[in-house]
């Protein structure tokens, strides 16, 4: 052969490889367009360049894995005898995986060239960088996004939301939170083997179920969430309602498996900006679910995520509220009926901000889920006690004023010395204050009741049972505890006395009648008319308070009132 054929062969040859070799490399690395059979068809071809006729990857994850035998063989290329080991090469990773591959060829193929050996190396060295990348990666994604059982995690769940966020949104879609019924039950009666078959086949027919038009991932224990079109609600609904699972193939054992579930069918007008928003849609309505005694599935609606954001701004702003001064007691008058005369008032908790009042029942009921009501309770005596001290140094009548304190504070046991601490700091007679509480239905909240009770008495401090008669403990509370003052809830308040068999009429005269003959001030909410004051009185019910006197008042127009002193008696 002349030199210049030689020469252009080799070019030839060279230029060939070039291309080979960076189809392989673009093939590697196109992740958003790849295809294992373009990068395997890429393989082949170097592999016939180099008169191989196999090729053998072998991946570990680690030396034990290796030294047990249990790892993953790769052999994408198999076109003859394997005779002749041309190259191996082996790639240990930081975190201890082993990657080895063995390239063969046929007795009396033509040796390489050490050209060809370089070349060789190189694409060997790719090929198992790739491959150990592949499969760690593979290995890291099991780990973050499944379980040490290897159901898809929450994680898992996250993702896929993100994904449909990017890819269109949730209109049309539907997500469920769901919990497998007695599901302990289950494991003792089949055993935790079986009942962990159960739940595995339970879990992959909803997955098959909704296959890749949705999500299923286990929240943890017997609990899991899923996401998928509107459409397949009212069949995924059925399965869950009750479906038998064989859980023993050769005896075709099996056990019936039912769920409740919280649901969220998502509206267009959601608007979504984090996983988070699905799931405290579906979280809560699954609890719901599983306490209801009526129904499994419990429905989310948008009111449930509008309360939700209301709760998240109403404790976002509590604490500027409060150093700014913009919660203020307002007092509604308690009014003796016989003779019109102001008997005192009940301070009441309005917050006003930006020149607008929010409704105590936005505000108060969700500071009541944190000790956040234990601060706005000891702010309303604090400013209340202020209040007091500032007519008492004006020179100005002074009545007994009570303050509402959340059932929350019976967990404090230093609740009186800090009810005392605040009386104290602005040195408030204690028969200027009155401590409102509402009845409490639990054994270990009633000893912790009566022992304040007890302790607000002895010192002089006056008390009064707050809704007489909404609870359920209300009898034993008056007869075991010393109150001062029994406040009637209005509910118990007659309309009209023109019949006096009515039951309301009947109940309402013996409760006042229990309280006149056992000593306690009797005071009667929520009074309207002026019927309602001459059953009052017909009753020998003392006191009122309500809108047939007056509204709750901002404390300079109650202070005009109490300047005033009494109301016309009719």
């Not at 079109?229 to 054992?253: H, S």
């Not at 404790?315 to 509604?332: C, I, M, P, V």
């Not at 702010?379 to 059932?407: A, H, P, Q, T």
Request: hydrophobic share 35%; proline share 3%.
């Amino acid at each position: 052969m002349k030199g210049t054929d030689y020469d252009n062969e080799k070019l030839n040859y060279q230029d060939d490889f070039s291309k080979m070799f960076v189809k392989l490399i673009d093939t590697m690395v196109d992740y958003e367009h790849f295809s294992r059979e373009t990068l395997v068809d890429a393989l082949c071809r170097l592999a016939r360049s180099f008169r191989l006729t196999k090729v053998v990857t072998e991946f570990y994850k680690s030396m034990m894995d290796e030294k047990d035998g249990e790892g993953e063989t790769l052999c994408d290329f198999d076109e003859g005898p394997a005779d002749i080991v041309v190259l191996q090469k082996e790639l240990t990773s930081r975190t201890g995986a082993i990657v080895r591959s063995t390239a063969y060829a046929a007795k009396g193929t033509e040796p390489l060239s050490r050209e060809e050996e370089q070349q060789l190396d190189i694409c060997i060295r790719a090929m198992m960088s790739y491959i150990g990348r592949n499969r760690l990666q593979t290995a890291v994604e099991n780990l973050a996004f499944h379980d040490s059982d290897g159901y898809p995690n929450f994680a898992y769940f996250f993702r896929h939301l993100g994904k449909m966020s990017k890819a269109g949104g949730f209109s049309g879609f539907t997500a469920i939170m769901y919990n497998l019924k007695d599901f302990s039950v289950i494991n003792r009666n089949i055993g935790f083997e079986d009942g962990d078959a159960v739940m595995k086949t339970h879990y992959e027919s909803l997955r098959d179920m909704i296959g890749e038009r949705g999500a299923v991932c286990r929240v943890g224990g017997d609990n899991f969430a899923a996401i998928f079109p509107n459409e397949l609600l009212d069949r995924i609904i059925a399965f869950l309602e009750g479906t038998p699972v064989v859980y023993d193939q050769e005896t075709k054992g099996s056990v019936s498996v039912s769920a409740c579930a919280g649901i969220f069918v998502i509206p267009e007008e959601f608007v979504y900006e984090r996983p988070g928003n699905i799931v405290e849609m579906i979280l809560p309505t699954c609890q719901a679910a599983k306490v209801s005694d009526e129904t499994d599935f419990v429905y989310a609606s948008m009111k449930n995520l509008a309360d939700k954001e209301n709760a998240a701004r109403v404790r976002r702003d509590f604490e500027e509220a409060l150093k700014n001064s913009e919660f203020q007691a307002y007092y509604q008058p308690k009014v003796n009926v016989g003779t019109g005369k102001i008997a005192g008032a009940e301070a009441l908790c309005r917050w006003i901000r930006d020149g607008k009042m929010i409704s105590p029942m936005e505000f108060i009921p969700i500071l009541e889920r944190s000790t956040d009501i234990f601060r706005l309770d000891f702010y309303m005596l604090d400013l209340v006690c202020k209040n007091i001290r500032k007519w008492m140094d004006e020179g100005k009548r002074v009545v007994r004023v009570s303050i509402n304190f959340s059932r929350k504070h019976l967990t404090d046991p230093k609740l009186l010395d800090h009810i005392v601490e605040i009386i104290n700091r602005y040195d408030v007679p204690y028969e200027y204050i009155e401590i409102e509480l509402t009845e409490t239905t639990t054994e270990g909240d009633y000893h912790k009741l009566k022992k304040l009770v007890e302790g607000l008495k002895e010192i002089g401090i006056h008390t009064s049972i707050d809704d007489f008669g909404v609870g359920y403990s209300s009898i034993n509370l008056i007869r075991e505890l010393p109150w001062n003052v029994m406040k009637i809830d209005r509910s118990l308040l007659p309309v009209s006395s023109t019949d006096e068999k009515d039951p309301s009429t009947v109940l309402y005269k013996h409760i006042t009648a229990m309280a006149y003959d056992m000593g306690l001030e009797c005071l009667t909410e929520g009074v309207e008319t002026a019927e309602q004051v001459q059953i009052l009185r017909d009753n020998s019910c003392e006191y009122a308070q309500g809108y047939y006197y007056d509204r709750p008042l901002p404390l300079d127009e109650f202070e005009k009132r109490l300047e005033a002193g009494e109301y016309p008696v009719n």
